[in-house]
């Protein structure tokens, strides 16, 4: 399997554009996770799905942030209008289930840095 | 309001010596804890986990032990080499919860 597949790697773009992070979570997983890494907070849950269904966004810090899973194996979070504050590398991670045993699979992060 | 805390964030060690890691969490409910590892530019990646109704859990050169009174976890590496230098995430969830984070420690193994 190859993995949760994020993308891109990294995106510079300037304050006030959009962004739009993507992710391609594991065949077969029900879950789809997107964290935020940040020094201070450290890996920070934005959002997450079961079976392509939002279940807790409180972790989305404002309005300017949104996340939609339109089927099981792709997933989007869009920062509209980017800050400079937003600057962090975004995790996206995808389990079996939501039962609390389950382990994440992380994908490899897009770093996003907003000028 | 972090649930989890880590709260060194690195830590140096000599190559063949021990490393322990520790990890504080406030939630009583949580019955699930993890350890993830984190190279530069990789995601973090599963490394060691334990149940609430243990207090140890070993696998080769890791071991978890957990401390439910206390409330603390701590990852012991022994003996640390020079390739295990990466952050370490602890993480905690509770049933049907999704898994809260620290901010995880920085370890350097040195040769």
């Known amino acids: 399997d190859a993995g949760v597949i994020q993308s891109p790697r990294h995106e510079v773009t300037e304050m006030g554009q959009e962004v739009t992070l993507r992710c391609k979570p594991i065949s077969g997983h029900n879950s789809l996770f997107w964290y935020r890494q940040t020094m201070m907070r450290g890996l920070e849950l934005l959002i997450y799905?079961?079976?392509?269904?939002?279940?807790?966004d409180s972790g989305m810090p404002e309005d300017r942030f949104s996340a939609k899973m339109p089927n099981a194996s792709f997933s989007t979070l869009k920062i509209q209008p980017s800050e400079p504050r937003d600057s962090a590398v975004y995790f996206c991670?995808?389990?079996?289930?939501?039962?609390?045993?389950?382990?994440?699979?992380f994908g490899s992060g897009t770093q996003l840095s907003v000028l | 309001d972090q649930q989890v805390k880590q709260n060194s964030p690195s830590l140096s060690v000599q190559e063949g010596r021990i490393s322990i890691l520790n990890c504080d969490y406030t939630n009583s409910m949580f019955d699930y804890f993890l350890w993830y590892k984190k190279y530069p530019a990789e995601g973090p990646t599963f490394l060691i986990s334990?149940?609430?109704?243990?207090d140890k859990n070993e696998d080769g050169r890791f071991t978890v032990f957990l401390n439910k009174s206390a409330k603390h976890l701590s990852l012991h590496i022994v003996p640390s080499q020079p390739g295990d230098s990466a952050v370490y995430f602890c993480?905690?969830?509770?049933?049907?919860?999704?898994?809260?984070f620290g901010t995880g420690t920085s370890l350097t193994v040195i040769p």
């Open positions: 991670a995808s389990s079996f289930s939501l039962r609390s045993n389950e382990k994440l699979f």
């Open positions: 993480a905690a969830s509770a049933p049907g919860n999704q898994f809260y």
């Open positions: 799905f079961n079976n392509n269904v939002p279940i807790d």
């Open positions: 334990i149940s609430s109704i243990k």
